[in-house]
């Protein structure tokens, strides 16, 4: 596998890192012992950027990530995020329901490092993001600290979250940001407009999370109706009714494409995101080997000029029916 600079700062990673959400949290989350597997053949297979957050649970991923990195911790990139305000657990409220709004308070942000470091149990987070930036905390305030458990060694780098050109830039000034972790794929090209062109001028990485459509664009995808009931797809406008039913045409247009170029769909979504930059790591999820294998296989394929031209006109998002997420979550990026 080869590697990848994101930012100026040192930070060197696989050119495709592994999205661990999915393991534990909004899917349908396979078996421990398979999830562990998935992660310690990614090592095998050269992919040593593993991305979680301390509210993909809650708390869960980050702890099986924790048994992963036993006698491994030397191999791998942790990349982890805060931000939000869990609320305990109760009978009534489990799961992404404990989600209670954004908090990114400096005294919170020091309690959520130390308790993710003690989950993953290691000593030094590599990238720290904030997960979704808090309009009642100034981004220089929040960067600020940051910057402090760098300069205590509890980070090493620095990272945020779906944020604005605008905030990116506030921060970057407080302390060097490595990279923007932000929604990106054939379908969903937001960041083109004003993040991605910042990135490149301050000189700061981009990891697309979802790069496969949260599996829209694998053409495997089974019909909505047939997701698990807490499967947090099926609220998504995209994947409602007629819109799902437009989209397969696009579907099945890459799963063609992939076809006449000798590879999958999702290895041909992958591709195209891979080749849209060198400061570019996106990071799909895959709780299962066969799944991982074949994403990792992407990093392998050239596309010329033209195939990108044909790919990304014929999988315009304009076409697609249906925003990427619910009209709640969508007032918590780009800000």
Same mark, same amino acid.
């Given at each position: !596998?080869?590697?990848?600079?994101?930012?100026?700062?040192?930070?060197?990673?696989?050119?495709?890192?592994?999205?661990?959400?999915?393991?534990?949290?909004?899917?349908?989350?396979?078996?421990?012992?398979?999830?562990? +597997?998935?992660?310690?053949?990614?090592?095998?297979?050269?992919? +040593?950027?593993?991305?979680?957050? $301390?509210?993909?649970?809650?708390?869960? +991923?980050?702890?099986?990530? %924790?048994?992963?990195?036993? #006698?491994? =911790?030397?191999?791998?990139?942790?990349?982890?995020?805060? /931000?939000?305000?869990?609320?305990?657990?109760?009978?009534?409220?489990?799961?992404?329901?404990? !989600?209670? %709004?954004?908090?990114?308070?400096? /005294?919170?942000?020091?309690?959520?490092?130390?308790?993710?470091?003690?989950?993953?149990?290691?000593?030094?987070?590599?990238?720290?993001?904030?997960?979704?930036?808090?309009?009642?905390?100034?981004?220089?305030?929040?960067? #600020?600290? !940051?910057?402090?458990?760098?300069?205590?060694?509890?980070?090493?780098?620095?990272?945020?979250?779906?944020?604005?050109?605008?905030?990116?830039? =506030?921060?970057?000034?407080?302390?060097?940001?490595?990279?923007?972790?932000? $929604?990106?794929?054939?379908?969903?090209?937001?960041?083109?407009?004003?993040?991605?062109?910042?990135?490149?001028?301050?000189?700061?990485?981009?990891?697309?999370?979802?790069?496969? #459509?949260?599996?829209?664009?694998? %053409?495997?995808?089974?019909?909505?109706?047939?997701?698990?009931?807490?499967?947090?797809?099926?609220?998504?406008?995209?994947?409602? /009714?007629?819109?799902?039913?437009?989209?397969? /045409?696009?579907?099945?247009?890459?799963?063609?494409?992939?076809?006449?170029?000798?590879?999958?769909?999702?290895?041909?979504?992958?591709?195209?995101?891979?080749?849209?930059?060198?400061?570019?790591?996106?990071?799909? #999820?895959?709780?299962? $080997?066969?799944?991982?294998?074949?994403?990792?296989?992407?990093?392998?394929?050239?596309?010329?000029?033209?195939?990108?031209?044909?790919?990304?006109?014929?999988?315009?998002?304009?076409?697609?029916?249906?925003?990427?997420?619910?009209?709640?979550?969508?007032?918590?990026?780009?800000?």
């Amino acid at each position: !596998m080869k590697t990848r600079a994101l930012g100026s700062q040192g930070l060197a990673v696989s050119a495709i890192g592994l999205g661990c959400m999915g393991m534990s949290f909004a899917y349908a989350q396979p078996q421990e012992s398979e999830a562990l +597997n998935t992660l310690h053949q990614a090592l095998e297979l050269g992919c +040593n950027f593993w991305d979680t957050a $301390e509210v993909y649970g809650p708390y869960t +991923n980050e702890l099986l990530l %924790g048994k992963a990195l036993k #006698g491994r =911790r030397d191999q791998v990139i942790v990349a982890t995020k805060f /931000g939000f305000d869990i609320a305990p657990e109760t009978p009534d409220r489990q799961g992404a329901a404990r !989600m209670a %709004g954004l908090d990114s308070r400096p /005294g919170h942000i020091r309690e959520v490092v130390h308790a993710s470091l003690e989950r993953l149990g290691i000593e030094t987070i590599d990238l720290l993001y904030q997960h979704r930036v808090d309009p009642r905390v100034p981004i220089e305030d929040v960067v #600020g600290v !940051m910057a402090d458990l760098v300069r205590e060694g509890k980070v090493r780098f620095l990272g945020l979250s779906e944020p604005s050109a605008a905030t990116l830039r =506030r921060a970057h000034a407080v302390h060097p940001i490595s990279a923007v972790q932000s $929604e990106y794929s054939l379908w969903s090209r937001d960041v083109e407009e004003t993040t991605l062109p910042t990135c490149r001028e301050l000189g700061v990485g981009l990891v697309p999370y979802s790069p496969l #459509g949260r599996g829209a664009l694998t %053409g495997k995808l089974p019909t909505p109706d047939q997701l698990g009931d807490d499967d947090f797809r099926r609220g998504l406008p995209r994947f409602q /009714g007629e819109a799902w039913q437009s989209n397969l /045409g696009l579907i099945a247009t890459l799963e063609r494409m992939a076809m006449e170029r000798g590879c999958t769909a999702a290895q041909l979504a992958l591709a195209w995101v891979l080749a849209q930059g060198e400061q570019i790591v996106p990071i799909p #999820g895959a709780s299962r $080997e066969r799944h991982l294998r074949e994403n990792m296989a992407a990093a392998g394929i050239e596309l010329t000029a033209a195939d990108l031209q044909e790919i990304g006109s014929a999988q315009d998002p304009a076409r697609v029916q249906g925003a990427r997420y619910t009209p709640a979550s969508l007032a918590l990026v780009n800000i």
